[in-house]
Nanobody, 118 residues
Framework: QVQLVESGGGLVQAGGSLRLSCAASGRTFSNDVMHWFRQAPGAEREFVARIRWSSSITYYADSVKGRFTISKDNTKNTMYLQMNTLKPEDTAVYYC???????????WGQGTQVTVSS
């Protein structure tokens, strides 16, 4: 069973930075895609960024492009989200997820709260 555990959330002032981590376990990861999503209060969950496990190809939502960087460490089975120049509208619960592409089962972490004060 795949397990994902996020960490690194917290409270930060606007303009500050945070780095989230997502530790994956449960099987060997090879052709997977790892994602970051977020959900603000009263809003739907939205895509933030993704990275391919094998190729490290990345893709970002327009709202975070240039401010957030997704990366991974295959030796630690861990994915990261470096968030810079944070804005109050980045406040949300951030979730990591993993799947093998469209139509495959997606596993989710429990989420970590990020709060950006103005």
């Amino acid at each position: 069973q795949v397990q994902l555990v996020e960490s690194g959330g917290g409270l930060v002032q606007a303009g500050g930075s945070l780095r989230l981590s997502c530790a994956a376990s449960g099987r060997t990861f090879s052709n997977d895609v790892m994602h970051w999503f977020r959900q603000a209060p009263g809003a739907e969950r939205e895509f933030v960024a993704r990275i391919r496990w094998s190729s490290s190809i990345t893709y970002y939502a327009d709202s975070v492009k240039g401010r957030f960087t997704i990366s991974k460490d295959n030796t630690k089975n861990t994915m990261y989200l470096q968030m810079n120049t944070l804005k109050p509208e980045d406040t949300a619960v951030y979730y990591c997820a993993i799947d093998n592409g469209p139509g495959t089962q997606r596993y989710w972490g429990q989420g970590t709260q990020v709060t950006v004060s103005s």
